[in-house]
């Protein structure tokens, strides 16, 4: 039976299809204790982040999963450049939806379909809500994605041939999440939220997996773009429970990446403080990771500090510049993730210290 933990009062609770905070306002997490991780069983799975399932909170002869999956995960670890050796990027923009949130959806949409739900609403800056509305698809569960009526059109486009429900709303990022807490409470309605819902993270800790199989082991350092955290956090357990199980001695340092006019983990973080204010938006054309008050701000600073991380913020006019340079190498971005490699540039890389960073989101999602 599993059971969700509340990060701030400790309290649990049993995992219910309408519970999606703690009666205290706190954020979910699920109490576990690490997975045995057994490499030789990977193997015997389809060429997915399903080779991890053991790993996941499911029942272990669940099987929900072969019918939701489309293939999503084990995405391309590549050198950057024969410059640049040590370098990575993991091309997670190749995933049935092209960002790295099939991860997250795909789990989270698998335990939806456990749990019977019959209908989800989300919301997002767009890939989370594309990523939820085609597994909701995929699930034959109904889907009311809410968005930004700032998103960009090709996003709600790819949202709405999904069959979900796009519902514009003209506010900042908390406003939206805020108008679709409401619908979550008035129509009774499962929230998939990739904040909130601790499933998400099962989802995003492949990452680390994958890394940690292609490599046989960990990089020295991993640089991530944070909005809320969802591939941070999932990286971080996912190296934290690679290392429980003695496969790997070190988390990696954790650099973590925003962009200057919305970064209010970058000062909190340097100066090591457990929470952030909220800041204001300057505005940014990182769309993506554009989030003032992230809920889970006091987990992601403490993952940093765990691993001796650091912190990246990144000027505007950079970003546009890093698109066209990733561009010229072959790797075509959405200009979110072009974030990833403007903060690559200005971290100060030691020599033959392996870096890895992703490549979140595709090319022909933003203009
Ligand atoms: C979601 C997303 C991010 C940031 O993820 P968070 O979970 O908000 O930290 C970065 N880049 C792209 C392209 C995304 O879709
Ligand atoms: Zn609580």
Redesign the pocket.
């Given at each position: 039976m599993e059971e969700y933990i509340c990060y701030s009062c400790k309290k649990t609770h049993a995992v219910a299809s309408l519970l999606w905070k703690c009666t205290c306002g706190g954020m979910l997490d699920l109490h576990k204790s690490s997975p045995t991780i057994d490499t030789i069983a990977w193997d015997k799975y389809p060429h997915s982040l399903w080779r991890y399932v053991q790993t996941m909170p499911f029942a272990e002869d669940s099987r929900t999963w072969e019918s939701v999956t489309m293939g999503e995960g084990r995405t391309p670890l590549i050198a950057l450049d024969t410059s640049e050796p040590d370098t990575y990027v993991k091309v997670d923009y190749m995933m049935p939806t092209l960002?790295?949130?099939d991860r997250g959806a795909s789990v989270l949409m698998t335990k939806a379909k456990e749990l019977g739900v019959t209908k989800v609403i989300a919301d997002s800056?767009?890939?989370?809500g594309t990523a939820i509305a085609a597994y909701a698809a995929r699930c034959s569960i109904a889907c009311d994605v809410y968005v930004s009526d700032k998103t960009s059109p090709k996003k709600t486009a790819q949202i709405r041939a999904h069959g979900a429900a796009v519902k514009q709303i003209h506010g900042t990022r908390e406003e939206i999440a805020s108008a679709a807490q409401k619908a979550v409470e008035t129509e009774n309605v499962f929230y998939a939220s990739?904040v909130y819902n601790p499933y998400f993270f099962e989802g995003t800790k492949t990452y680390a997996y994958e890394i940690y199989e292609e490599f046989g082991g960990a990089p020295d350092t991993l640089i991530v773009?944070?909005?809320?955290?969802?591939?941070?956090l999932g990286a971080y357990y996912g190296f934290k429970e690679l290392r429980e199980n003695g496969l790997i001695e070190k988390i990696p340092k954790i650099a973590a990446v925003q962009a200057a006019n919305c970064a209010p983990l970058v000062s909190a973080g340097r100066r090591r403080e457990k929470t952030a204010a909220p800041v204001a938006n300057q505005g940014t054309a990182a769309e993506?990771?554009a989030?003032a008050a992230p809920a889970r701000a006091e987990q992601i600073l403490e993952a940093v500090a765990d691993t001796n991380g650091t912190f990246i913020a990144v000027e505007e006019e950079d970003i546009p510049r890093a698109r066209e340079a990733l561009s010229r190498k072959g790797f075509y971005v959405?200009i979110?993730?072009a974030v990833n490699y403007a903060g690559y540039l200005q971290y100060k890389k030691s020599p033959e210290e392996k870096v890895v960073f992703p490549l979140?989101?595709a090319g022909i999602k933003s203009g």
């Open positions: 960002s790295f949130k800056s767009g890939n989370a990739h773009p944070v909005g809320n955290g969802t591939l941070l993506g990771i989030i959405e979110t993730s979140c989101g």
